[in-house]
């Protein structure tokens, strides 16, 4: 989508990390936000820093568990009551966890997947088809590096980003089947400060019961904090790529180039047929 100015862009996980940068660069090129997150007060910073940044953007937002399909449908009427409609939309919503696969609770896996699989399920299901039949469009979905390879420590997290990669090569692919003028976007980026490390502060009671606390876990869990807040590049950084690539309207987007050259060493892995793929090896 080359204009993006006057036009409205609906982000999830719009009240931290990358989800912010997105709306401050969005709002940085003249577009009207919808902001959706279960953090209420996150967002408000997000309208405080946007405001500052570009003051005058008209901003909405609403609290939103994007693993609720009732809970996106009320995002799309609230982006058609305030504004008209959306035509950027970012299922950037998303939550890490670490622990040995088998260690991993009912909880972990629902609570993981419902974010990070059915929300952006349910972004799909939910605003395709109102982009469809508005005539333009263009969905993002922010998968990771880790939908690529499997690192030991990450299992569900790594199950939720392949499926993104799948979901979005997907949509890709049955909008070109209708002859829809929909873009989409897969974003893979590896590791990038944010707050990310600190997921569980926002997970729901519902899904409390997690896997124990045990060596394995704890050795992975400070790599992973290590990994994200050593990451060479910034959140505003992914954001300002993520953009120019939604403009020059660009399927894949590696911020990180040299996730390609794990991807084709995967390849190589692949062809020879004697062992996973490590991304971590030789490192
Ligand atoms: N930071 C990294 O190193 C990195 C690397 C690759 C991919 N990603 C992906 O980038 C995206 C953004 O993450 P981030 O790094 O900005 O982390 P973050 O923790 O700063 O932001 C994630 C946001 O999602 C929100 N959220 C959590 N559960 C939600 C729910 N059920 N419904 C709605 N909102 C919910 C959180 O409140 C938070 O505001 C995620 O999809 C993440 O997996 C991050």
Not at 28 to 40: F, H, I
Not at 44 to 59: H, I, L, R, S, Y
Not at 66 to 93: I, Q, T
Not at 103 to 129: H, R, S
Request: glycine residues 10%; contains cysteine.
């Amino acid at each position: 989508m080359k204009e993006l100015e006057d036009k409205v862009a609906v982000i999830t996980g719009g009240g931290s990390g990358l989800g912010r940068e997105l709306a401050l660069g969005c709002a940085r090129r003249g577009m009207k936000l919808v902001l959706a997150d279960v953090d209420e007060s996150g967002m408000q910073e997000t309208v405080t820093e946007v405001e500052k940044a570009a003051p005058g953007t008209g901003t909405a937002t609403m609290k939103v568990d994007v693993s609720r399909l009732e809970d996106v449908e009320a995002l799309a009427n609230l982006a058609k009551e305030r504004f008209g409609g959306a035509h950027l939309l970012f299922n950037n919503a998303g939550v890490g966890i670490n622990a040995p696969i088998w260690e991993n609770t009912v909880g972990d896996w629902n609570w993981v997947l419902g974010v990070n699989l059915y929300g952006v399920a349910w972004g799909i299901k939910v605003f395709a088809p109102i982009m469809l039949e508005q005539g333009e469009g263009h969905i993002v979905n922010t998968a990771s590096a880790a939908g690529w390879m499997n690192m030991a420590g990450s299992g569900i997290y790594n199950v939720s980003k392949c499926s993104v990669v799948a979901m979005s090569e997907t949509l890709a692919n049955d909008i070109k089947d209708v002859g829809g003028n929909v873009g989409v976007s897969c974003l893979s980026p590896a590791f990038f400060p944010t707050p990310i490390i600190e997921s569980e502060r926002n997970r729901p009671a519902e899904h409390a019961e997690t896997a124990p606390d045990s060596e394995a876990r704890r050795k992975r869990e400070e790599q992973l904090r290590q990994a994200v807040t050593k990451g060479k590049l910034s959140a505003e950084e992914v954001a300002e790529i993520t953009i120019k690539a939604v403009e020059a309207n660009q399927f894949y987007i590696f911020p990180h180039q040299k996730i390609k050259q794990l991807i084709l060493a995967r390849a190589e892995a692949v062809q020879d047929e004697k062992t996973a793929f490590d991304p971590t090896a030789g490192r």
